[in-house]
């Protein structure tokens, strides 16, 4: 048994830390893997009890100033982003960017902006309680919760062993449909006391379903490419997670937008 703890102690030392990117041991959430795990598990008791205890007897809040700016800020976090990864766009190539790990300043920019994506994906769990608080419960589904689940988990890993190279370009193409998604989400709300609507919401599932398809071009790629150093290891999980999110955001538009739409289609057809 003493010979069984030891070797578990052994192995999760060589991958937490003997694997890990020492850069990375300098930055707040990012040294150990119980960071994420225990502000995802806060989160889930936040959302899942203490502030659906909290709501019970209370009447919805109007956050509508609140989640304006929440929007606001996240447009410009994600256009922040974005825009100091434009040099590393200009320079390198999706079909092969291995991960410098030296400390010149184009490294440490990545990692940097690698750290900052993490941490903006901590501040994205905010929109869930938003949720519980204006009594919309019904919007915190399997796909909402998982989503953010292994939008706090994946970064980590990215930021934890692969900060920069080809990872850079997961972090560019969420960005640019967060920057869409939020920029829809300040356009509703502020249209919400008209007759105004959003005519575009389901493109934004299908901008979803578009970032998959182009990571899991650029990791079949990596996957095949005889001479790239960018770890194998790391694209074989990224592209098991981009799959199952495939399939779930695509059952999510299926059954919202073409199912529905054949069932309106049937009720109009009786209607004539």
């Known amino acids: 048994m003493v010979e069984v703890v030891r070797n578990l102690h052994y192995y999760y030392k060589y991958l937490v830390h003997d694997l890990a990117d020492k850069r990375t041991d300098e930055y707040l959430f990012a040294s150990s893997p119980w960071k994420p795990i ?35 800020t996240q447009i410009v976090f994600n256009a922040y ?53 204006r009594k919309r419960e019904r919007q915190v589904t399997f796909l909402h919760l998982y989503h953010h689940a292994m939008m706090v988990t994946f970064p980590w890993i990215g930021l934890r062993y692969v900060a920069g190279g080809n990872t850079m370009y997961i972090g560019v193409c969420n960005t640019v449909v967060h920057i869409v998604m939020y920029f829809y989400y300040a356009i509703t709300l502020w249209n919400s006391g008209t007759n105004k609507t959003v005519w575009w ?64 289609e049937i009720q109009e057809k009786k209607l004539v």
């Not at 291995?98 to 400390?103: A, E, G, M, R, T």
């Not at 495939?246 to 919202?256: A, C, D, I, R, V």
Request: charged residues 15%; hydrophobic residues 45%.
């Open 81 to 133: 982003l974005l825009y100091r990864a434009i040099p590393f766009l200009t320079s390198h190539t999706p079909v092969c960017a291995p991960v410098d790990y030296s400390n010149n300043p184009s490294a440490r920019l990545q990692l940097d902006l690698c750290y900052l994506y993490y941490i903006l994906k901590v501040y994205d769990l905010l929109d869930t309680m938003f949720f519980i608080l």
């Open 201 to 264: 919401k389901k493109y934004l599932t299908q901008l979803q379903l578009v970032q998959f398809s182009l990571l899991s071009i650029m990791g079949f790629i990596l996957l095949v490419h005889p001479t790239c150093t960018y770890p194998k290891l790391i694209v074989t999980l990224g592209m098991i997670q981009n799959i199952y999110l495939s399939y779930l955001f695509g059952t999510f538009y299926y059954k919202t937008y073409v199912v529905q739409s054949k069932k309106i």
């Open 38 to 72: 225990g502000i995802f598990v806060l989160y889930v008791l936040i959302v899942k009890k203490i502030l659906p205890d909290f709501m019970r007897h209370r009447k919805a809040f109007n956050l509508d100033k609140i989640i304006l700016f929440y929007n606001f």
